[in-house]
Structures are given as structure tokens and as C-alpha cells.
């Protein structure tokens, strides 16, 4: 019965939600260990009541699970519960007044303005440096993934696999499929736009994706790029331990705020579909509004 009640479960998820292969296969992980353990109190899916729900969570902390993982695991039980009561398997549901686990959202690793642009200089200058041309095709398809990465804030996964036929209006614009199959269209700037116009116009015909490889997609991998970047930081006096392609995407998100763009602007740029998620870049703007109130208060200087 559980597992059945579970599959159907996964199934609306795949089908209705377009959840990815890893989400399902961790919700799956995740019911499985809470079916077992309303089995071992002799109840079922369908009669637990909140008190199992709290005492299935307060074991996993006993475990010495973070919160976070906690909070995982409750949204997986949370979203099921909801499942059995629209499908009328369930007429309550057990976690509806269930407090998800207190987590410490960490702040993201970010880099200065002037560390980005230190690493925009030097992947330039490399594109441009007379070399042997497997050399020289790495280095402009690095300064141009950069450009991109910075301009735009896309996640790794996304940036690699465009497609040639994404790029809009001269590359003004991209048109980029997230998670969830949900498309968005990003703007670009001058700079990006100037880089994917080089970078195409080296591309030779045939294959459909931006940044086309000889691997089994077809097109470079997020693990190729990641070293690539992590290079041309050594290079640049950064230490790689700092700089990854998702490290951009969060300086894409906190410069833009620190420079006054609108937090639902940013969420909508990096396809978030809950502005919560787009909030931990909010510290910038506690930052800034600090500054503001100690720089134009009438008594902040006494």
C-alpha cells in the first residue's frame, strides 16, 4: 500500500510538476524512510497523525541530521500528505501545522566587482593572444562563457547547454530553459553580446549547440568549464578555492542589487520560481540601506 501510494505520488510529480530525475529519486529515498518508520508505529499513511509526523522529525535530529536535511525530508512528507488529501485519500493532513526545522541560510560566496572584472581582463587579453589554435579556441570559448555567465547570472547547467538557435536579436537576448522545462528570455549586455557574436562567428556549421564538445551531450560539460575557471583564476591571483561558475552567478545577483535593481528583477534574471529563494542575496541590501542610514541621518555622526 505505501509503496503504491508513494509511485503515485512520484508520478504526479514527474507528470503535473516536471520534477527533475534527482528530485523524484530523493523524494523517493525520502518517503520510503518515513513509510518505514509510521510502519514500525503500526500505523499507516493514511491514519498517521501529526504527533508521527513530529516524532519521525524529532528522530532525525536525533541522528544528528541538519536542519537543512530535516527540512528536506518535511517538504517531501509535507507535499505528500497535500497529494493524498486533493486525490481524497486523506480528509486531513497531518503537517499542516508542522514548523519546518530552523535552518541558517548561508551566505553565498561572492565576489568583489573588481575581482570580476580582474578575471574579465585577463580571459580577454587570452582570447586575443596569438597561440596555437586548439589554445586559442579554448580561451575565447572561456572569455565568452564568462561574459555570459556574468552578464546574465545562469546557472552552469543552463549556460552550457544553449543552443545556438537561443541567441536573439543579434544577442541582445536568451532565450533559456530552466528547471522545470520553464523558458525565460534574459537580456544581455554590450560586452556579452560582443563576445557570443566573436564566439559564433569562429563556430564552424553543423552542430546546434553554443559551445558544441565531442562528449556524449554534445555539447562542453559544467566539470570542463568549472576547471577552466578555476585555471584563469590561479592566473589572475585569485585563489580558485573562491571561484566557480555558480560564484558568478551569485555576484550577477548581489551586484545588481547593491547597484538598486529590484529584488523580484533579480528573481525573475536567475528563474527562481519563489522570490524565498532569491532572498539570500538580501544581506546586500541590509548592507546598503546600513550605509544609507549612517551616511544621511541628521545624528549619525554623533
Known amino acids: ?16 510538476r516536471g520534477a527533475a530525475a534527482n528530485t ?40 544528528g541530521l541538519s536542519a537543512s536535511s530535516s527540512a528536506r525530508h518535511l517538504s517531501a512528507i509535507r507535499q505528500f500528505h497535500k497529494f493524498l ?10 503537517t499542516r501545522i508542522v514548523a519546518s526545522p530552523k535552518t541558517r541560510q548561508p551566505l553565498p ?13 585577463l580571459a580577454e587579453a587570452e582570447a586575443n593572444e596569438e597561440t596555437t589554435p586548439a589554445r586559442q579556441d579554448a580561451a575565447r570559448r572561456l572569455y565568452c562563457l564568462l561574459e555570459m555567465l556574468y552578464a546574465t547570472g545562469l546557472r552552469v547547467s543552463e549556460l552550457v547547454a544553449l543552443k545556438r538557435a537561443s541567441v536573439m536579436r543579434e544577442a541582445s537576448f536568451l532565450t533559456v530553459r530552466g528547471k522545470g522545462g520553464k523558458e525565460r528570455v534574459v537580456p544581455m549586455n554590450d560586452r556579452a553580446r560582443d563576445a557570443v557574436r566573436a564566439w559564433l562567428a ?9 559551445f558544441p564538445a565531442k562528449g ?12 577552466d575557471l578555476k585555471g584563469l583564476a590561479a592566473r589572475a591571483g585569485i585563489s580558485s578555492s573562491r571561484v566557480a561558475p555558480h560564484v558568478l552567478r551569485h555576484a550577477f545577483a548581489s551586484h545588481l542589487l547593491a547597484g538598486g535593481a529590484d529584488l523580484r528583477v533579480v528573481q525573475m534574471l536567475l528563474g527562481h520560481s519563489d522570490i524565498s529563494t532569491t ?14 542610514v549612517e551616511t544621511h541621518h541628521p545624528l549619525a555622526a554623533r
Open 109 to 121: 560566496k561572492v565576489l568583489s566587482v573588481a575581482e570580476v572584472d580582474k578575471l574579465l581582463s
Open 85 to 94: 488529501c486533493a486525490d481524497g485519500l486523506r480528509g486531513d493532513d497531518p
Open 279 to 292: 532572498q539570500i542575496y538580501t544581506h546586500v541590501l541590509d548592507e546598503k540601506l546600513k550605509t544609507l
Open 216 to 227: 556524449e551531450a554534445g555539447y562542453l560539460s559544467r566539470q570542463v568549464f568549472a576547471r
Open 24 to 63: 523524484i529519486a530523493a523524494y523517493g529515498r525520502d518517503l520510503a524512510n518515513y513509510a518505514g518508520f509510521v510502519a514500525g508505529k503500526k500505523q499507516t499513511l493514511l491514519t498517521c497523525p501529526r504527533e508521527t509526523v513530529m516524532a519521525y522529525l524529532d528522530g532525525l535530529k536525533a541522528e
Open 1 to 16: 500500500m505505501s509503496r503504491d501510494l508513494i509511485g503515485a505520488f512520484l508520478e504526479m510529480m514527474s507528470a503535473e
Open 202 to 210: 569562429s563556430l564552424e556549421p553543423g552542430s546546434p549547440w553554443l
